[in-house]
């Protein structure tokens, strides 16, 4: 899976069910914990640019929430 971050400018009335909220309101309803990573890194590192990789754990071909890091957050602003 791949995760980025983007600005989305919009005119009128949105066709999704998004909505803008505190990161902190956001994180407590986030239903899988590498993706509260990843929020959270973003939220404490803006202007970096990021790698790293986790294995996320299925039980039979159902997704458990649960991840394993595989390579921790590394920055790839150098």
């Known amino acids: 899976m791949m995760y980025y971050s983007s600005v989305v400018k919009t005119h009128g009335e949105s066709k999704r069910n998004v909505k803008w909220m505190p990161i902190k309101e956001a994180l407590e309803i986030i239903p899988y914990q590498e993706m509260v990573e990843i929020v959270k890194h ?18 039979q071909n159902l997704r458990t929430g649960e991840f394993k890091w595989i390579e921790p957050f590394y920055s790839l602003n150098n």
């Open 42 to 59: 973003v939220s404490d590192h803006p202007n970096e640019t990021f790698g790293g990789a986790m294995r996320i754990i299925y039980n």
